[in-house]
């Protein structure tokens, strides 16, 4: 598996622009199944976050989050492997996909999807010392309970951080992806400590843009 960047100066352009292979890897513990890489600019460097299995490990009960950093400041790398990012509060021994960062009240968070004593698959949050060192449990803030969220599978994954004036809101995915019913969730942060699910609001839909 590889990991690849397109740059281009334009949306549009990405279409055309080379894909240039800025990480390959054969690890007998991670060099298989490559997933969702994200790319994240943090204390001057770029970060990519993304999920990997066990070499021939048959899908998917080996996917981990690792994490690359740069040499600099140039997204195009070069990047070297700095950490893989589990704790013991995930179940299945680490599972963990679909990695976003977020930044709130000068702390810094990683997002994810995974388990935590048995329950369904949710978006769980953790603290980091850094971009690639998780400081403390994994705890759930939102879990698939309603109807739009449990159609062709009991899901929440893709979590990603969007911060607006001066809001912040965690956008995510909801029940299976191999079905129509897959959709769009959205969790908005009303405040106090974002490790506990309190201080997400109740999850709400997000319907299609009209065309």
Request: glycine share 8%; charged share 10%.
């Given at each position: 598996?590889?990991l690849?960047?397109?740059k281009s100066p334009?949306?549009?352009?990405?279409?055309?622009a080379?894909?240039?292979?800025?990480?390959?890897?054969t690890?007998?513990?991670?060099?298989?199944n490559?997933?969702?890489?994200?790319?994240?600019?943090?204390?001057g460097?770029?970060y990519?976050?993304?999920?990997?299995?066990?070499v021939g490990?048959?899908?998917?009960?080996t996917?981990?989050?690792?994490?690359?950093e740069?040499?600099?400041?140039?997204?195009?790398?070069?990047?070297?492997?700095r950490?893989?990012?589990?704790?013991s509060?995930l179940a299945?021994n680490?599972?963990l996909?679909?990695?976003?960062?977020l930044?709130?009240?000068?702390?810094?968070?990683v997002?994810?999807s995974?388990f935590?004593?048995?329950?369904?698959q949710s978006?769980?949050i953790?603290?980091?010392?850094?971009?690639?060192?998780?400081?403390?449990?994994?705890?759930?803030i939102?879990?698939?309970?309603?109807?739009?969220e449990t159609?062709?599978g009991?899901?929440?994954?893709g979590p990603?951080?969007?911060?607006?004036?001066?809001?912040?809101?965690?956008?995510?995915s909801a029940?299976g992806?191999?079905?129509?019913n897959?959709?769009?969730g959205?969790?908005?942060?009303?405040g106090?400590?974002?490790?506990s699910?309190?201080?997400?609001?109740?999850?709400s839909?997000?319907?299609?843009?009209p065309?």
């Open positions: 598996n590889i690849g960047i397109r334009t949306l549009a352009g990405l279409a055309t080379p894909n240039v292979q800025v990480w390959s890897d690890t007998a513990s991670r060099g298989d490559f997933w969702a890489p994200e790319l994240h600019f943090l204390n460097r770029w990519i976050y993304y999920s990997a299995a066990q490990a048959p899908c998917c009960d996917q981990r989050t690792h994490v690359l740069s040499a600099g400041s140039d997204p195009m790398g070069p990047y070297s492997y950490n893989i990012l589990t704790h509060s299945l680490g599972w996909i679909d990695v976003s960062v930044q709130l009240n000068g702390s810094l968070y997002l994810g995974g935590i004593s048995g329950s369904t978006l769980v953790a603290p980091l010392s850094n971009p690639f060192t998780v400081a403390g449990g994994f705890s759930v939102s879990s698939p309970t309603f109807s739009w159609q062709n009991t899901v929440n994954e990603v951080a969007l911060q607006h004036n001066g809001q912040t809101f965690i956008i995510y029940s992806c191999n079905g129509p897959y959709k769009l959205r969790l908005t942060y009303t106090g400590n974002p490790l699910a309190s201080p997400w609001s109740t999850p839909w997000v319907p299609p843009s065309r």
